[in-house]
């Protein structure tokens, strides 16, 4: 099974703290030519210690779509334990290898904070597991405001060369 990322949005609401946001798809799998990492950056105005999230990672199989995981998370206890929940900790360890976010809050003030092509380890995806799309959503609060959305749409199809 292969994972492929097919759109990304990173809307800010917040532009007097959140600042220079980007994010787009790149690299494409050697076998489908679908996107197989994403990158992301922004700047931040003045340094900041309070910063919650809503992540949700839904699956859209035919019509029906399921939240997989819906969860509250304040980024600054968790930045350095996110390792007890299976997705959280594939999303961790990837993020400690391809990003430049801070093991512990604060997140300083005119510091370029990145993601540099994250990608999905299609290797952690059962065999069994079915086709379908999934979205991947994450909401960032900075001072109980909204202030940057994360979408990633995607989807989850057969190795085409059958690893």
Not at 17 to 46: I, Y
Not at 108 to 132: C, G, M, Q, V, W
Not at 139 to 149: D, T
């Amino acid at each position: 099974m292969d994972a492929y990322m097919t759109h990304i949005s990173c809307p800010t609401f917040f532009p007097e703290v959140v600042k220079n946001v980007s994010c787009h798809l790149g690299g494409n799998s050697k076998h489908s030519g679908s996107p197989s990492s994403f990158s992301a950056e922004f700047s931040l105005a003045e340094d900041v210690t309070d910063v919650k999230g809503i992540y949700v990672f839904s699956l859209k199989h035919g019509p029906s779509i399921i939240n997989y995981t819906a969860m509250e998370l304040d980024y600054c206890e968790v930045l350095d334990s996110l390792q007890s929940q299976f997705l959280l900790k594939m999303i961790a360890d990837e993020l400690r290898r391809v990003a430049n976010f801070p093991l512990q809050c604060p997140f300083k003030k005119n510091k370029r904070y990145y993601i540099d092509h994250f990608t999905i380890n299609s290797k952690l995806i059962p065999s069994y597991a079915p086709e379908l799309n999934w979205i991947s959503d994450c909401n960032i609060f900075v001072k109980k405001r909204r202030a940057l959305q994360l979408t990633i749409h995607g989807r989850v199809a057969r190795s085409r060369l059958g690893r």
